[in-house]
């Protein structure tokens, strides 16, 4: 464990620990400090080098293709992660139901035209939608940019074509703005 942890201080990424970016070195040292340290590292290479096969992540210069990450979230993700609006439940509000998509839409909607990401601590009732990923609810209440990022990539995934052309416009922004 402790030669983990002392590789994982060694600076061999682009952003050091300095770096406002990504933290690489930090992250490493918070996978390696848990129980499970050795298999998050491989599952976060594994899944880089698929981003890499993919088109989507340029490896040999640490760098995210944006037009083609963009190109996936607006034509593909829909179908790669299909989501069923489900019954009512509490929660916290995604895709149209929060910014920034919730205040360029004009009409107020009821509460079957909410949807959340269920959530015990959740305070709106609407629609269940499954979430990418499970821990996606605690991640996105931590963190305000993640929040609207993940609730435009929903709107894309659940909304109708209205809201995903505002969604698609709005992630286009943000992540030239990256």
């Known amino acids: 464990m402790r030669s983990l942890i002392r590789y994982a201080k060694t600076p061999r990424y682009p952003c050091n620990t300095q ?3 990504l933290g690489f070195n930090e992250l490493d040292v918070q996978f390696s400090r848990s129980k499970l340290g050795h298999e998050r590292i491989a599952s976060v290479h594994a899944a880089l080098e698929r981003s890499e096969a993919a088109g989507l992540y340029y490896g040999s210069e640490r760098k995210i293709l944006k037009q083609a990450v963009l190109e996936f979230l607006v034509h ?4 790669v ?9 509490r929660g916290l509000p995604t895709a149209h139901s929060a910014e920034p998509l919730k205040s360029k839409l004009v009409a107020s909607p009821s509460p079957s035209e909410v949807y959340v990401w269920p959530d015990p601590q959740g305070v709106v ?4 939608i499954a979430p990418l990923y499970r ?5 996105a209440s931590n ?3 993640l929040y609207a990022l993940l609730s435009l990539i929903d709107a ?19 992540l030239v703005a990256l």
Do not use: C
């Not at 821990?135 to 991640?139: C, F, K, L, N, Y």
């Open 135 to 139: 821990s996606v609810p605690q991640a």
């Open 76 to 79: 593909g993700l829909r179908y």
């Open 81 to 89: 992660f299909y989501a069923q609006p489900g019954p009512l439940s």
């Open 143 to 145: 963190d305000p940019k």
């Open 156 to 174: 894309i995934r659940v909304g109708r074509v209205r809201e995903q052309r505002l969604a698609a416009s709005e992630l286009e922004k943000r």
């Open 19 to 21: 770096s406002p970016q």
């Open 125 to 128: 009732r609407g629609q269940a």
